[in-house]
């Protein structure tokens, strides 16, 4: 993979969200959705996480500073961008290739938009570290990669806050914990709120918690591992263009039962 940042679309054209994309007309409340069942969640959680995740990165005892202001910068770039396209978005374009077809036509989507800042976040965060221009790049593409991974797992109640769960707990016992542990905290206190269908982390919270991950790999992990974690990220990114991740969970037992642990079906 190119050492740019990779794309940071919203979802596959093939898997629509489990809410709409934008409020309905005369909506009263910018932050209000309503889900595949017709009841009504707010988008608040998203920033809410994303700023826990920002407070306890600059408060968790172990990180030094540059790697704390890389963390922040990464998840609050993320949030940011992820912000506009909560409530500026639309449906008309979805995944890299809706994306990548609307600017083609002339047409800036604010997927296009977010594409580009949280790209830019990651490689500022990256640039805080003091790298090389090279492992820069790298480390940026990292973070906006996995921005964008967490983003297309947020289909259905829960299950990118479980994903990154998944991801984080192993690293509660390595040295990069101080640097998950915010992860960990923020997706474990707002998971029961998603799952009871109150609210969802849309692409605010979604981001910034796949770039917290992504800039805690990067402050913690060699450069090999980096590099391979990138490869494992982008071939999950460009599969999801082409493969739904739903229809797949569904199909392995294991998978379906953990995605739909304290969901209402």
């Known amino acids: 993979m190119a050492v740019a940042a990779p794309p940071v679309a919203t979802t596959s054209e093939e898997e629509p969200r489990d809410v709409a994309d934008t409020a309905g007309p005369g909506a009263v409340d910018p932050w209000l959705r309503t889900n595949f069942r017709g009841r009504d969640v707010t988008l608040l959680q998203g920033p809410a996480l994303a700023c826990g995740v920002c407070a306890a990165s600059l408060l968790v005892p172990g990180p030094g500073p540059r790697v704390r202001a890389a963390c922040v910068l990464a998840a609050a770039g993320a949030a940011a961008f992820g912000v506009h396209d909560d409530l500026a978005g639309s449906a008309q374009a979805r995944g890299l290739r809706g994306h990548l077809g609307a600017l083609a036509r002339g047409r800036v989507t604010t997927g296009m938009v977010k594409m580009a800042g949280i790209g830019t976040a990651g490689i500022a965060a990256a640039r805080l570290l003091r790298r090389s221009p090279w492992e820069t790049l790298l480390d940026g593409a990292l973070i906006a990669a996995s921005a964008n991974l967490l983003n297309l797992f947020d289909l259905r109640p829960g299950r990118a806050a479980k994903v990154a769960l ?85 199909r392995v037992p294991a998978l379906r039962r953990l995605d739909r642990w304290g969901r209402r079906e």
């Open 166 to 250: 998944i991801a984080a707990v192993p690293a509660l016992a390595s040295p990069a914990a101080p640097l998950v542990g915010p992860v960990v905290g923020a997706s474990a206190a707002l998971l029961p709120g998603e799952l009871a269908e109150r609210s969802m982390l849309g692409d605010a919270g979604a981001n910034a918690l796949g770039a917290a991950l992504g800039a805690a790999a990067v402050a913690g992990a060699p450069r090999p591992v980096r590099l391979a974690l990138l490869g494992g990220v982008a071939v999950l990114t460009l599969a999801s263009e082409r493969v739904s991740f739903s229809r797949v969970i569904d």
